[in-house]
């Protein structure tokens, strides 16, 4: 098993959960379940989606299909999430899922096929096609909370007119091997 590839995995879901945290930190609770038309996503739904996808994925994940026979997923696109406390146990629910399903792989695990729809995967290519999945829908959480926030949005990256300060820091520094999603999580409040 490449540890250096599932530690790096693991990371960088992290980041990308932390930046769906952040996102719904900072928007009112009623506007979680705002959409643009009826033909687009609340965060709400893509949260519900999420949830859905992760626990569907990673339930049993080196035993059985990684598309559950009891998963609903046209119904997770029902904006019918009524309250912020249950949007973040189900946002929290699915990221626990797939974090103890990372936390158990052991070398041995990394030889074995899975499967998703009867396809099979590697484990690396498993956790890749996730890893691509889950920062797509989170892209979309931050920029609906861009629009519905505007000009009082906090930037989880690098804000506008930034980055030659930014750069400047990173470059004074000297060349170190760091993952680069370790200073965003270490400056991650515990409880997030």
């Known amino acids: 098993m490449d540890t250096d590839y599932l530690e790096s995995a693991k990371k960088q879901f992290e ?11 900072q ?5 979680l379940f705002w959409q643009y038309n009826e033909e687009s996503n609340s965060v709400a739904i893509i949260v519900k989606h999420l949830h ?3 626990l569907s994925r990673w339930t049993d994940f080196l035993t059985a ?27 929290n629910e699915g990221w626990d899922c797939l974090f103890n399903a990372l936390n ?8 074995k096929t899975i499967y998703i729809r009867n396809q099979g995967h590697s484990i690396a290519e498993a956790i890749n096609r996730q890893l691509a999945h889950y920062p797509y829908h989170v892209g979309q959480m931050v920029f609906i909370g861009k629009m519905i926030c505007d ?37 991650k409040p515990k409880d997030e």
């Open 151 to 187: 000009t009082n949005w906090i930037s989880l990256s690098i804000p506008r007119g930034n980055s030659s300060t930014y750069n400047a820091e990173k470059f004074a520094k000297p060349k170190h091997r760091e993952h680069f999603t370790e200073e965003y999580l270490k400056n």
């Open 15 to 25: 980041y990308y959960k932390m930046l769906g945290d952040k996102t719904i930190a």
């Open 104 to 111: 158990s792989l052991t070398e041995e695990d990394f030889t």
């Open 27 to 31: 928007l009112p609770d009623e506007k």
């Open 65 to 91: 299909d990684g598309e559950k026979e009891w998963r609903q997923r046209d119904a997770e696109f029902d904006n019918d999430i009524d309250s912020k406390e249950v949007l973040i146990q189900k946002w």
């Open 52 to 54: 859905g996808n992760m």
